[in-house]
């Protein structure tokens, strides 16, 4: 089956089995290899990706539902103008150790942002409770989210918590 979508702001298509799941359509067929295979169940949200604005679980949707939409990645967070502040959040807040489950993180507090821009504590943590984290006890991917929503609009970080 032949699919079309926006994949980072470029329009992609590719020849896809009907089964072919969209983690590994955006893997494999569009080599973004930053949307990671962890657990095939959505436990663990490290597939995470953007569809049309809403955090979906990549590992559990088919390819072709995708089909005429649009999909961020976490290599499509930065712009032609830099970073995106959730990047440079988790930079600066120490938002991540080993890395895998961050590009979910990331994409889902992206997300959240651009709903909430002042996010509380509880919001973070409720946005980000499909994902998980074997390594930093999620304080500092709270602070991290909540540093990019205060960069985001102009405040400073202990003005928005």
């Not at 298509?13 to 930053?34: K, N």
């Not at 290599?75 to 120490?94: M, N, R, V, Y």
Request: proline share 4%; charged share 15%.
């Amino acid at each position: 089956m032949q699919v079309k979508l926006n994949v980072n702001g470029t329009q992609r298509s590719a020849d896809v089995e009907p089964r072919t799941l969209l983690v590994h359509l955006i893997r494999e067929e569009f080599a973004l290899t930053g949307t990671h295979i962890g657990c095939d169940t959505t436990s663990c949200g490290a597939c995470t990706v953007l569809l049309d604005g809403a955090p979906v679980k990549s590992c559990t949707m088919f390819g072709v539902q995708a089909d005429g939409r649009s999909v961020t990645t976490v290599e499509g967070l930065a712009g032609a103008d830099g970073l995106h502040p959730i990047q440079t959040a988790f930079k600066q807040e120490h938002g991540l150790q080993c890395g895998f489950c961050t590009p979910g993180m990331m994409l889902t507090g992206a997300a959240l942002i651009e709903e909430n821009p002042a996010p509380s504590d509880e919001d973070v943590r409720w946005a980000i409770s499909g994902q998980l984290c074997r390594c930093t006890g999620y304080m500092n991917i709270v602070k991290a989210i909540q540093a990019a929503a205060a960069a985001k609009s102009g405040l400073s970080a202990t003005a928005a918590v």
